[in-house]
């Protein structure tokens, strides 16, 4: 499953500060409600540690700064949808390894047939009569 | 060279220099106070500093250094960035400042302080060595002290600059995950090295500071000790007061508003005034009555709300009502302002109008004064008095006064000036020359009419008369026990006053007026 961004879709020329600093409003605002999507999707195809979770989403220039993914992860976990396990690194402290629920899969499908549906109206509204 | 310190981060040991472990730990504390309402923040906390842990490992850090610290709090961004990207809905409606362009505001500083902290705030605000606003407050100490009262005010309604974010509102500066870096960056370095930008004059208020401060720690702490013992004494003495001021209050609308009839003499000049000015102000009475009530019953309910909080801890006034009764009080206040303005100018013009009168027919040496007794006044009482006499279409009005002056010739002379006020010249002329007056002469006696008569349709314009007898060379009066109120300052050689002067001779000689038969 991939991560489609939406702030992709949004590349406008911006005049003044006011209208960049809804800009940022909206896109941070987007960005929020498609982030947990994203993670959800991340662990669907297996456990992953937070360190591995921010690079595929730096990648996906999903996230700014790392801060962002933990309180998320912990909100996540605290309503069920992931749980996490310990373990040892030879390298530096112990490792959280989270996996997806069961509950989480469940979640994650209505996220993705609403995620679907999201597109399609985007795109009929979005497109250039 | 640099002290170090060991830290346990994430279960992993670092060294650590002592500025960059300042701005460490103030970092993350700053995190754990954004998440002080999630329920994961131990949790979040732990993480991020695991993640820290792992970043210096990374890149194989030794001995973190400040730089290491920046660098890492520029990869895991400011908790308020969190906001905006992770957590609650609630959490972005949080802090309106992030999104709105940053308007500078005054604050205190917190740290920088002497006393408050107020010079330096306003230094910071204005962009000025606070050193100048200090100087200002001390010097005008010393003017009446205007300067320490302002200060206080200022110390009570200017907010300490707490957060890193107020500091930069402080100055104005955008809100970023760079500028609190910066920022804390910036604290910290003081912190370590707080001898920077001292002078002579910075010490000299430190100093001063610290002495004010004592003696108010010690005022506080007295007030204290005492505040036990006085507080519900105060509360007493609050209620007593608040609750007698609304007695007499109460009492003052019921005599204005006329419940006891409009004959209670105190009270009828103030009555009569009213009466006319209502009759052209555009506004109803029960306005300026509203408006009078608030102006002064919203001070009084303040002093007995505090009295009553005094003695029993009741709750505070939340500030919705406060708000609310400090605007209706400034209604009241604007409406009374208007209705004593436009009082003022119904009175504004004042007019006057002669009449000689020579009294030829005066033919022996002794003039007898005395008043014409009436049916609805009395000499024993010379208060306003205003009757209607509603057959003849008159109004009877009580304000007559007698002095007694030199004549310039051998004839007796009785002058007659008739005053009143009103909106303009004109119409205040037009009241003065309605008002008639009314004597009677017989041979050797002078009978004065207690009150002047005006048509029924003249308004009260404060009309008034003064009479005075012109008395000639070596002439003299008799003053009847009737005129011991009638008569205003009359002027003599042995200086009597007015009431010891009635039932005497007074006779006019060169030196002046002389009583003839006082012992």
Request: hydrophobic share 45%; charged share 25%.
């Amino acid at each position: 499953m991939y991560c489609i961004v939406p702030v992709n879709i949004f590349i406008i020329a911006i005049p003044n500060s006011s209208i960049m600093l809804k800009i940022e409003n909206t896109k941070a605002q987007m960005r929020k409600g498609v982030l947990e999507f994203c993670i959800l999707s991340i662990l669907e195809n297996g456990e992953a540690y937070p360190s591995d979770i921010l690079v595929r989403l730096k990648k996906a220039n999903l996230i700014v700064v790392e801060g962002t993914l933990y309180p998320l992860l912990t909100r996540l976990k605290n309503s069920g949808l992931l749980t996490y396990r310990w373990e040892e690194s030879k390298s530096g402290p112990p490792r959280k390894y989270y996996t997806i629920t069961s509950d989480g899969i469940t979640f994650l499908s209505a996220l993705y047939v609403t995620w679907k549906d999201l597109v399609k109206a985007v795109r009929l509204t979005t497109k250039k009569i | 060279m640099k002290k170090t310190n060991t830290i346990n981060l994430g279960g992993v040991i670092f060294h650590i220099e002592e500025d960059a472990f300042t701005l460490l730990q103030k970092y993350l504390s700053s995190i754990k106070d954004h998440f002080s309402e999630s329920e994961g923040q131990e949790e979040i906390v732990t993480d991020i500093e695991a993640r820290i842990a792992e970043i210096f490992q990374e890149k194989k850090v030794k001995i973190i250094s400040s730089d290491h610290v920046e660098d890492v709090i520029k990869i895991m961004g400011q908790p308020e960035e969190y906001g905006d990207e992770g957590a609650d809905d609630d959490k972005i409606s949080d802090d309106p400042s992030l999104k709105e362009k940053v308007k500078r505001r005054v604050y205190r500083h917190p740290t920088d302080k002497i006393l408050g902290g107020v010079c330096v705030g306003l230094g910071v605000y204005f962009n000025v060595d606070p050193v100048l606003f200090r100087l200002g407050f001390l010097v005008s100490m010393f003017l009446g002290g205007f300067g320490l009262l302002m200060y206080l005010v200022l110390w009570l309604i200017v907010p300490v600059a707490d957060t890193t974010s107020d500091k930069l509102k402080m100055k104005g500066e955008p809100i970023t995950a760079d500028s609190i870096g910066k920022a804390i960056t910036a604290q910290v370095e003081k912190a370590i090295d707080p001898e920077t930008s001292q002078n002579a004059l910075k010490i000299f208020f430190k100093w001063l500071g610290n002495a004010v401060r004592f003696v108010f720690d010690i005022l506080v702490k007295l007030t204290k000790v005492l505040g036990f013992v006085l507080k519900p004494l105060l509360g007493i003495g609050f209620l007593i007061f608040g609750l007698s001021v609304t007695i007499a209050f109460s009492f003052l609308l019921l005599v204005l508003s006329g419940t006891f009839g409009i004959s209670h003499h105190d009270f009828s000049g103030a009555i009569h005034t009213l009466k006319t000015v209502f009759e052209t102000y555009p506004l109803p009475e029960m306005f300026v009555l509203l408006g009078f009530i608030l102006l002064v019953g919203i001070p009084i309910f303040q002093i007995i709300y505090v009295g009553l909080r005094l003695l029993f801890n009741m709750a505070k006034q939340p500030n919705y009502i406060k708000g609310t009764l400090a605007s209706l009080w400034i209604l009241g206040l604007i409406s009374v302002i208007v209705f004593g303005l436009y009082s003022i100018s119904v009175f504004s013009e004042d007019a006057r109008k002669d009449q000689f009168v020579e009294l030829i027919e005066v033919k022996s040496d002794t003039l007898n004064i005395s008043l014409l007794p009436h049916i609805d006044f009395y000499w024993e009482d010379r208060d306003l008095k205003i009757i209607d006499s509603e057959d003849s279409g008159y109004t009877l009005n009580s304000s007559v006064q007698l002095d007694v002056r030199r004549s310039t010739d051998s004839l007796f002379h009785l002058q007659i000036r008739k005053h009143a006020m009103a909106r303009s010249y004109k119409e205040a002329k037009k009241y003065a020359e309605n008002i008639d007056y009314n004597y009677i002469l017989k041979e050797g006696e002078l009978l004065l009419d207690q009150f002047f008569i005006i048509p029924a349709d003249d308004p009260y314009q404060h009309q008034e008369i003064e009479l005075t007898l012109l008395i000639p060379n070596d002439k003299s009066i008799y003053l009847d026990e009737t005129l011991k109120y009638f008569i205003d300052d009359i002027r003599n050689v042995t200086r009597t006053r007015d009431y010891k002067m009635v039932e005497h001779i007074w006779q006019m000689r060169a030196e002046g007026l002389t009583c003839l038969d006082c012992n």
